[in-house]
């Protein structure tokens, strides 16, 4: 069984394309970036996140109703229903952002829910971060994906060359600016299993990256009669199998785990979900084009490719 | 050749059964019955066994997660000597400072504003003779120390709280993490970790001196009441208070009470500024003729009569410490006294009365001399005690000798005992008490009890802790977590299977069998290295099946390129192996960066997931290479393929 029998698609000459897509991708995540902002879940921004459990009876006004007597009318409360061994059950998400002492609100508020719906009532779990740590997480993760973005520099930097290292690095941008979008545009909670997912993404792509830019290296010292373009489109051709199998076994267990996987990790496989897709696609029609840009501002295989043919043509004029 | 293959079957075999090995516990004790469960513990082996099974984080068995911090500002409070206004005034400034700057490191900051206000360090901390580089040293020393003690004081406590598995960890320079698995009564927890637990014990001032003192207190409102516009608020007051009055008729000991709001006494602006007082609408209960003549007292009740303090009605509770708070009243105030509330309201009828004492600020006797406590039922000699859970304290030979000085020369006045600024009880003494053993009353029921026995017998924190961070997960979460992870992991591991099989016919059948055994070496290695599963560990576990399969397909398809080229079987796959292993070396070691990276920085649960992609990878590499490298030998040596089935 084989998708691609011996494939042969101009993935340098479709390339602007390719380029056209990802900017307009990445020029809405950046636009809604600075118009809207991220919409950070309590992990960052401080405050209390509740789960809790009711009675199937129990409507969000009702429990609007009950925190606002004492004073926490304004929280945000979400409704999502949730698949357990007794059949579909009621789930609330409430959110008290930031103030002075998040563990007080939890307390009170937990307290009076009790006092109000005795029965049939589960708190499922209780977050509580003070606004101080929320600075300090998000700063944390900042330098986290800057770090590992350094070591995988060096790394490829020292297996390959320093250009390959800069395009194994720039589609990792575009990789994570593109999943950030479909947040934005969805406004979807930013926590930090979101950027856990970022972080994957990162090295999911670039494990993807690799393996394209290994042929290219292997190719360059194998195919000496080839220019450096030609060099790299059948990379991506001789690997465009594998590339499409281990993403689509990933895709598959990454959409088992969004659809079954319950709501804690909903936004996590959700990232990605859509970050595998976009690893791949960045591997194909960023990564390696981006080597081709490169040579042509700053031929040196070109110019080493070229002289080969020379020589290999004088070689055969003696002859 | 030969011997090479033998080697890895025996790297395999080994591998396989230490995975068994390791799993067989995490095996057992899912599928006790809860009689065979019953029988081992009374056997004492079922902790044993319980203690090598897969470890399931907080979220998925339900528990709570704490990040603590050591209060500098009250540590520094507490190491300062001659604190005067001008330092309390220097203090605010720093705390303002870093409230606003939270970047801001804390030590530079104070050096900073001290020298803003031309002050020397060494005023306030160490010795006169020491530098403000060297006291800032110091003090940074005193402060890493202290988050120490406070550390082994909360592990002590948590310890003998009774918890199973606890987990306590430092964290950076000034925090402490707290993970309680399973733990029902969240709030009783909290409590127990929060308490500073500073016992002191001081000696109460004479009645005399304490009327004296309430007069003058008295005095001086009053006067600044009339200062404060002299006609127009008692004027209305009084009308306001009259309705009241008309209202409230009918209750026959209301006729001399009155409410009255707090613009009565602080004024309407004062008390349109204090947006925290729930208490505005509330009112006051206060003795209307009284209130004119004696602002302050007439907020009070004396309960002196009974062997008693003074009191206040607990909807007095805050307006009595907001004037006691008055810059102009605590003015007025003796410097070596001070205020301190009862513990506990005493109810009287449907009242709640909260005892207020004048104590001496320098405490006779502190904690740390406390060797022992533990809790007793009060004996029925003590008619405030009978009955009721006591806790019992032991002091050391010096703390003996402090204690017997201090009880000796005090025959008749009374000792208060005070537990984070606030008075449990405060008996006479009756006579010299030369064994170092006192008591504690006033306690609510016996867990309260206890749990004080335990902070006292670990120990005072140096500084309040706060809880900055604090992550709760009830049990049914956590299974449903639990169920729905691994359903999602064995549907998403199925499909994987099928599909390989689907796409590589007998080879896929190869790299499934890599699959099996690469989830088998995940969980030993979990279970073998005490590692704890998550729920995102769950979720990394989900990402490896996707990827693991990786490998192998990059060794299938290079096997067919060879194939399709022109080679021999045995060429083929040869050089397939050999070419891709550079490859799979490349992309997975860089993933494996990101999953260091992540591991590094994460919290708790993040970590789960790095481990188990970090575990994942390294496993997946060994059973796509070696695994099925060997069974690919095998076959090729003793069958003559004439096609190969990829």
């Known amino acids: 069984m084989q998708f691609f029998k011996k494939p042969n698609i101009d993935f340098i000459g479709i390339r602007k394309y390719g380029y056209m897509f990802s900017g307009t991708m990445i020029l809405i995540a950046l636009v ?7 919409n950070y879940g309590i992990d960052f921004k401080g405050g209390v996140s ?5 009675d199937s009876s129990v409507t969000v006004r009702m429990v609007r109703n009950s925190l606002s007597k ?16 007794k059949g579909t059950e009621k ?3 409430i959110q008290v952002e930031l103030t002075n002492k998040p563990d007080e609100i939890a307390s009170a508020v937990s307290a009076q829910l009790k006092k109000d719906f005795p029965k049939g009532l589960d708190i499922r779990s209780i977050d509580t971060v003070g606004p101080k740590i929320g600075g300090e997480l998000r700063r944390a993760a900042i330098w986290a994906v800057l770090f590992a973005l350094l070591l995988i520099l060096i790394y490829i930097t020292l297996r390959f060359e320093f250009r390959f290292a800069v395009g194994a690095i720039l589609p990792l941008f575009h990789d994570v600016l593109i999943t950030l979008g479909f947040f934005l545009i969805f406004r979807l909670e930013i926590s930090l299993d979101v950027v856990a997912a970022f972080l994957t993404i990162v090295g999911y792509s670039l494990n993807d990256t690799i393996v394209v830019f290994d042929r290219i290296r292997e190719n360059l ?8 373009t030609q060099i790299i489109n059948e990379s991506i051709n001789e690997t465009l199998s594998r590339t499409v199998i281990t993403s689509f076994t990933t895709f598959l267990v990454i959409l088992v785990l969004f659809l079954f996987g319950g709501e804690v990790i909903h936004n996590f496989s959700f990232a990605m979900l859509v970050g595998v897709v976009i690893g791949t696609y960045s591997s194909i029609f960023v990564a390696a084009p981006l080597l081709v840009e490169w040579e042509n501002y700053a031929p040196r295989h070109k110019k080493i490719t070229e002289a080969r043919i020379k020589k290999a043509h004088r070689a055969a004029k003696r002859r | 050749m030969k011997r090479k293959f033998w080697i890895r079957v025996i790297i395999i075999f080994v591998a396989v059964a230490w995975s068994l090995w390791q799993l067989y516990p995490t095996y057992k004790v899912h599928n006790l019955s809860a009689k065979e469960a019953e029988k081992l513990r009374l056997s004492g082996k079922l902790d044993k066994l319980q203690s090598k099974t897969i470890k399931l984080g907080l979220d998925l068995q339900g528990g709570m997660y704490l990040v603590l911090e050591v209060d500098l500002q009250q540590l520094l409070v507490n190491l300062a000597k001659h604190k005067d206004d001008t330092f309390y005034k220097v203090m605010n400034e720093v705390n303002k400072t870093i409230n606003e700057n939270p970047d801001l490191d804390y030590f530079t900051v104070l050096q900073q504003t001290f020298r803003k206000h031309k002050l020397r360090l060494n005023q306030y901390f160490g010795k006169v003779t020491q530098t403000d580089q060297q ?32 987990n306590i960890q430092k964290r950076g320079n000034r925090r402490i993490v707290i993970e309680l698995p399973g733990i029902q009564d969240i709030d009783r927890a909290k409590r127990l970790i929060g308490e500073t637990a500073l016992l002191e014990f001081k000696l109460l001032k004479d009645p005399d001196v304490t009327t004296e003192v309430l007069k003058r207190i008295d005095e001086k409102l009053k006067e600044l009441q009339e200062a404060k516009g002299k006609a127009a608020l008692p004027e209305k007051k009084k009308s306001k208070a009259s309705v009241k009055k008309k209202m409230k008729s009918t209750a026959a000991d209301t006729s001399t009470k009155k409410v009255i709001t707090q613009k009565d006494i602080f004024g309407a602006t004062e008390a349109a500024k204090d947006t925290s007082a729930q208490k505005d609408t509330t009112g006051l209960e206060v003795n209307q003729e009284l209130f004119n003549e004696h602002p302050f007292l007439s907020l009070l009740r004396d309960f002196r009569s009974h062997g008693g303090e003074i009191a206040v009605p607990e909807k007095n509770k805050y307006a009595v410490q907001k004037i006691l708070n008055m810059p102009e009243i605590k003015k007025i105030i003796p410097s070596d006294v001070e205020f301190v509330w009862a513990s506990k309201p005493i109810p009287v009828g449907n009242e709640n009365y909260y005892e207020l004492y004048l104590l001496n600020k320098e405490p006779e006797l502190t904690g740390k001399y406390v060797v022992d406590a533990g809790v007793q039922i009060g004996s029925g000699s003590s008619f405030t005690s009978a009955g009721k859970p006591i806790v019992t304290l032991k002091m050391n030979s010096e703390g003996a000798k402090i204690f017997a000085h201090v009880t000796g020369a005090n025959i008749n ?11 449990y009880s405060a008996p006479v003494i009756r006579s010299k008490i030369p064994n170092g053993n006192a008591i504690i009353e006033g306690m609510g029921n016996m867990d309260e009890a206890k749990d004080l026995a335990i902070v006292l017998r670990a120990g005072a924190l140096p500084a309040p802790v706060k809880i900055i961070e604090e992550r709760t997960v009830g049990p049914s979460l956590g299974q449903d977590s639990i169920r729905q992870g691994t359903f999602s992991a064995i549907l998403g591991f199925v499909l994987v299977i099928l599909f390989m099989i689907f796409y590589y016919r007998l080879s896929g059948f190869l790299a499934d069998l890599a699959l099996l055994l690469n989830m088998l070496f995940i969980m030993a290695i979990l279970a073998g290295f005490h590692f704890t599963l998550t729920l995102p560990g769950i979720a990394g576990i989900i990402l490896t099946i996707g990827m693991a399969v990786d490998a192998n397909v990059l060794i299938f398809e290079r096997i067919r390129e060879e194939l399709r080229a022109g080679k021999t079987i045995r060429a083929a796959i040869d050089s397939g192996y050999g070419r891709a292993f550079v490859t799979i070396l490349d992309a997975n070691l860089t993933t494996l960066f990101a999953a260091i990276v992540l591991y590094q920085f994460g919290t708790g649960p993040i970590r789960g997931f790095a481990l188990t992609l970090s575990i994942g990878i390294l496993s997946s590499m060994f059973t796509a290479i070696v695994v099925t490298r060997v069974v690919y030998d095998y076959i090729t040596e003793h069958f003559t393929l ?3 089935s990829i």
Do not use: W
Request: charged content about 35%; cysteine-free; proline content about 2%.
């Open chain 1, 70 to 85: 004492i004073g926490y009318g304004n929280a945000e409360i979400k409704e999502t229903s949730i698949q357990t061994a």
């Open chain 2, 413 to 423: 006045r009374r000792l208060a005992i005070v537990l984070d600024n606030r008075v």
């Open chain 1, 32 to 38: 809604l970036l600075i118009v809207q902002g991220p």
């Open chain 2, 135 to 166: 006291v800032i040293a110091d003090l940074q020393k005193q402060a890493d120390d202290a988050v120490d003690r406070s550390l082994e004081i909360l592990r002590n406590r948590v310890d003998q709280f009774g918890v199973s598995e606890p």
């Open chain 1, 50 to 54: 509740m789960r809790v459990k009711f």
């Open chain 2, 642 to 644: 004439k096609k190969l």
């Open chain 1, 221 to 228: 010292k194998t195919r000496r009669r080839e220019t450096f």
């Open chain 1, 91 to 93: 789930e609330m998400i």
